[in-house]
């Protein structure tokens, strides 16, 4: 059974940093594809950004340059360091796993974390 745990979410400035980290347990097929999640309050849930195990790497218009997403498949973790926060990035942000490459539709992943809060304050 996959379980997956998100951790290092929190309350932050405008400008801060947090770092998100998600271990992932049961994963026993090779070429599954990790990615990053988050849904704000009332609005959809949206890709985020997503690490392949050869490592090939996805991220979001709104994200690109700030976060950085990162794997260790030794250890079957994946972490998501959020650089230049801003208030619109408060949101829920959830872990997810596919068994195949790079999708940003939620629907198309097989596993998800309980999710993290990431509030920041203006």
């Known amino acids: 059974q996959v379980q997956l745990v998100e951790s290092g979410g929190g309350l932050v400035q405008t400008g801060g940093s947090l770092r998100l980290t998600c271990a992932a347990s049961?994963?026993?097929?090779?070429?599954?594809?990790m990615a990053w999640f988050r849904q704000a309050s009332g609005k959809e849930r949206v890709f985020v950004s997503g690490?392949?195990?050869?490592?090939?790497?996805s991220y979001a218009d709104s994200v690109k340059g700030r976060f950085t997403i990162s794997r260790d498949n030794a250890k079957n973790t994946v972490d998501l360091q959020m650089n230049s926060l801003k208030p619109e990035d408060t949101a829920v942000y959830y872990c997810?796993?596919?068994?195949?490459?790079?999708?940003?539709?939620?629907?198309?992943?097989?596993?998800w974390g309980q999710g993290t809060q990431v509030t920041v304050s203006s």
């Open positions: 049961g994963l026993t097929a090779s070429g599954h594809y």
């Open positions: 690490i392949w195990s050869g490592g090939s790497k």
């Open positions: 997810a796993v596919r068994n195949g490459y790079y999708s940003s539709v939620p629907a198309r992943y097989d596993h």
